[in-house]
């Protein structure tokens, strides 16, 4: 069990390294407004659910092992194709 929280949080360090490196990254590509908006507003939507479990609002379920990284896989394909 100990070894599965490390191991959650390790990814969600590394997931939310990385969602705000490629927020950055985006936010300096010569990009319409809009596009800019969405992009940041879906990252910032994405940061929420790491940021929820350590700060105890909601646990961990099964549905999260299986929902986020599906949700981080479309958004990295989504800001790869700018």
């Avoid at 949080?9 to 908006?37: D, G």
């Avoid at 790491?50 to 981080?72: E, K, N």
């Amino acid at each position: 069990m100990i070894a599965l929280r490390l191991l959650l949080v390790v990814f969600n360090v590394a997931v939310v390294t990385f969602l705000i490196y490629r927020m950055l990254a985006v936010a300096k590509v010569p990009l319409a407004k809009s596009k800019k908006v969405i992009i940041i507003t879906g990252g910032v939507m994405l940061l929420l659910a790491p940021f929820g479990m350590f700060f105890g609002i909601f646990a961990p379920s099964p549905q999260y092992f299986l929902v986020y990284p599906v949700a981080i896989s479309l958004f990295l394909y989504l800001t790869k194709q700018l």
